[in-house]
């Protein structure tokens, strides 16, 4: 018996003594993580406000009210307010359906919802050319219709909606699956119809959840170039978004002008990731909250 007892406690001192590391180990393996994060990402950022700054802040800003500049801003703004409440509305409904039904072929539908996460960007763009461009499926139809989607506005929100569509939903379905649906059956019984149980029980349970994906959604959206840049045909001062614009100014020398639009985009996404760094806190809490 004692035997036992003893070959027990070293069963479960073993785990403790293979993960606890020396403190040698420790450090350098922080070491490590800190010098990757400082050259592929921090030093990356330092050189782009650097150089954007490099001619003065007169030229920043003269750089940032250039014509062109001003409307790849606005074209990014715009897209990114007519995708994020799509897929938001998206989002919420294949969660819903997901988590709150069971039926055939549900797991076909996760699996297509988490199709523009491993293919390219570049292929789902091609996909809209091939369907709404000259030579594709409607091109004869929108033609004689003078109905533009490839190389206008509509065909950039439908190759960002493509890119950007799971974010909501992958935001919500693990945090709806662990919450369950005791409350909602409860609110039923007590005579409360969907949109009062949608509204009072569901939504604060994943609002966290919920913005979570909402942030991601949007920072893919002002952040996308493979797929926009398939189908906007570059139509400076039309159809160039942020991240066309800083390629083309690239390309034209204007380094300056091109880390000036670069270090927006920057900013934006640091803001961004400070609020999507509060919404997964607070979503990841609300998840335990909710599988205790």
């Known amino acids: 018996m004692a035997g036992a007892s003893t070959i027990h406690l070293r069963s479960q001192a073993l785990p403790l003594r293979a993960t606890a590391e020396s403190p040698v180990a420790k450090a350098v393996l922080i070491g490590i993580t800190l010098v990757f994060l400082g050259l592929f990402l921090l030093l990356p950022l330092v050189v782009v406000f650097q150089e954007a700054f490099s001619k003065g802040a007169a030229a920043f800003l003269h750089a940032l009210r250039d014509p062109y500049t001003l409307s790849a801003i606005w ?12 897929n938001t509305v998206f989002g919420l409904a294949a969660a819903w359906s997901l988590t709150r039904f069971r039926f055939r072929g549900r797991s076909f539908l996760v699996t297509l919802i988490d199709l523009p996460l491993w293919v390219s960007p570049v292929i789902g763009g091609l996909i809209y050319v091939l369907v709404f461009g000259a030579q594709g ?10 109905i533009r989607i490839i190389f206008a506005v509509p065909g950039i929100v439908l190759a960002t909606v493509f890119v950007t569509f799971p974010f909501v939903a992958r935001g919500l379905i693990p945090l709806m699956e662990a919450q ?7 609110a039923l019984t007590l005579g409360a119809n969907g949109w009062q149980i949608f509204r009072r029980v569901t939504l604060p349970k994943i609002k966290w959840g919920l913005l979570y994906g909402v942030i991601l959604c949007n920072a893919r959206a002002m952040g ?3 797929a926009v840049s398939v189908v906007s045909g570059h139509i400076r001062g039309k ?5 066309l614009q800083i390629e ?6 204007q380094f300056a002008a091109a880390f000036a639009v670069a270090s927006l985009l920057a900013l934006l996404a640091i803001i961004t990731l400070i609020l999507k760094t509060h919404a997964e806190w ?3 809490r609300q998840l335990r909250e909710a599988t205790r």
């Open 137 to 146: 499926w409607f091109g004869p139809w929108l033609r004689e219709h003078d």
């Open 248 to 253: 083309i100014l690239y390309n034209e020398y």
């Open 75 to 86: 074209l990014t703004l715009l897209v990114a307010a007519i995708v994020v409440p799509m």
């Open 224 to 226: 996308e170039f493979g």
């Open 239 to 243: 159809t160039t978004t942020m991240p």
């Open 282 to 284: 607070r979503a990841e």
């Open 180 to 186: 369950g649906i005791k409350e909602e059956e409860a």
